[in-house]
C-alpha cells in the first residue's frame, strides 16, 4: 500500500465517521424534542417570559396629610392616608414587613435640614395585628391610613414605602442589571409629602 492509497483510506474513514455522527446526532435530536418533550418545555418557558414582558404591575401612590388636634396643650398627630392605585396590567402583591411610614421633624433654622433624631417608623396595623401583605389586581386601589404622634410644632417630612411584589423584584432586578450593569438590592413604590403642625 502506497501513501497516496493511504491518505485516501483515511480519507474515506473519516467521511464515513463524520456521516455517522451526523446521523446519531440527528437520531438523538430528535428523541429529545420528541420523546423528552423539549419543544414543549422551550416554548412554555418562552411564553413565560413574553408574558413576564408584557404583565407588569405599576402602583401610583397618593399620599394625604391632615393634622388631628390643633390644640397646643394637648397631644397633636399628623394622620397620613395612601391610596395605592395599580396602574399596570398586572396583579401586585405589597409586602408590608418591609413597608410602612417614616416621618422626622424639618429643623425650623434651616429648610430642609433635617433634626438629628432618626426618622420614626410607623407600620400599618389593625385591630387584628400587623398587615402581611395586600394584592392590587389591575385598576384596583386600596387606601390605607397611618397615625404618626407629632410631639412639636413645625414642618414635617412624611415617607411612605412598601416592597415590591416577588415577580416584580425579580422583573425589575433583571431589568437594572442589564441597563446599568450591577446588583442592585430590593424595589420599593414609594411617596413622600410634607405638612407643617402648628
Known amino acids: 500500500m502506497t ?29 429529545r424534542y420528541r420523546n423528552l418533550k423539549e419543544l414543549e418545555k422551550a416554548n412554555a418557558e418562552l411564553l413565560t417570559l413574553r408574558k413576564q414582558l408584557k404583565e407588569r404591575g405599576a402602583i401610583n401612590v397618593e399620599l394625604s396629610l391632615k393634622q388631628l388636634n390643633n390644640n397646643p396643650t394637648e397631644a397633636r398627630f399628623i394622620e397620613v392616608k395612601a391610596k395605592l ?7 401586585e402583591i405589597l409586602d408590608w414587613s418591609k413597608g410602612g411610614i417614616l ?11 433635617y433634626e438629628e433624631s432618626e426618622p ?8 387584628n395585628g400587623n398587615y402581611k401583605g395586600t394584592t392590587l389586581y389591575p385598576g384596583s386601589f386600596h387606601e390605607f391610613s397611618f397615625l404618626i404622634p407629632a410631639e412639636e410644632p413645625g414642618a414635617y417630612m412624611v415617607s411612605f414605602f412598601v416592597r415590591s411584589s416577588p415577580d416584580e423584584q425579580t422583573n ?3 431589568e437594572h442589571s442589564r441597563v446599568f450593569n450591577q446588583e442592585v438590592g430590593e424595589f420599593y413604590w414609594t411617596a ?3 405638612i407643617y403642625i402648628a
Open 192 to 194: 413622600d409629602a410634607y
Open 120 to 127: 420614626r417608623l410607623t407600620k400599618l396595623t389593625s385591630l
Open 172 to 174: 425589575l432586578t433583571k
Open 85 to 91: 392605585n395599580n396602574m399596570g396590567n398586572a396583579v
Open 103 to 113: 416621618s422626622q421633624k424639618i429643623n425650623d433654622d434651616t429648610p430642609l435640614d
Open 3 to 31: 501513501l497516496q492509497n493511504l491518505a485516501h483510506l483515511s480519507q474515506a474513514i473519516q467521511s464515513i465517521i463524520l456521516s455517522l455522527g451526523f446521523v446519531i446526532g440527528g437520531i438523538w435530536a430528535l428523541f
